[in-house]
């Protein structure tokens, strides 16, 4: 349907006066972790597609490895359009990014959390802090449980550094 919709924007010459921002609800767990869902902090299912398309503003072919979050649509948004977003939202415009433009600063961490319980899919309700390298999940409900990743050396979240000595500091 995105090459139907791009086809007709070209048949109609707006193709490359358009933005496209081509997006999904969250990524999945399809037996990952000997789980299903999308709820909980695994990278399979907080990680999501996300492109974007203007020529005029944006150079084809650019990648990031930048924290996006789906927070920072409405903001971008809002900059394609030549609106500045409200101080009260939360997100950032993707736009200086896209283009390629050197970043002052840009987020290096994100809070996620999860509390949909009891009720629906039954996940257990938990929150965490998802950092450039590490991310640390707690599941906050008795018993309490604990996860620490390093996402440069385990990409995959197979082993809990959490509460080895050698992690103590970090986890603190």
């Not at 609800?25 to 999308?38: A, M, N, T």
């Not at 907080?46 to 924290?67: D, T």
């Not at 409200?86 to 961490?109: C, F, H, N, V, Y």
């Amino acid at each position: 349907n995105v090459g139907a919709v791009m086809k007709e924007l070209e048949r109609q010459r707006t193709l490359d006066k358009t933005a496209i921002i081509l997006t999904s609800d969250h990524g999945f767990l399809l037996g990952e972790h000997h789980f299903y869902d999308k709820r909980l902090m695994y990278e399979p299912s907080i990680r999501i597609p996300l492109m974007v398309r203007y020529p005029p503003r944006i150079p084809p072919g650019g990648r990031s490895e930048k924290m996006a979050l789906n927070l920072d649509i409405a903001p971008t948004l809002l900059d394609l359009s030549g609106v500045s977003a409200p101080a009260e939202m939360q997100g950032k415009s993707l736009m200086p990014i896209t283009e390629g433009k050197p970043l002052s600063s840009w987020r290096t961490d994100w809070l996620y959390e999860y509390y949909e319980y009891p009720g629906w899919e039954n996940v257990k309700p938990c929150r965490g802090v998802r950092t450039e390298r590490y991310k640390l999940i707690h599941f906050f409900l008795p018993p309490e449980e604990f996860e620490l990743y390093d996402l440069q050396l385990d990409p995959d979240e197979r082993r809990n550094l959490y509460g080895l000595p050698r992690y103590l500091e970090l986890t603190k």
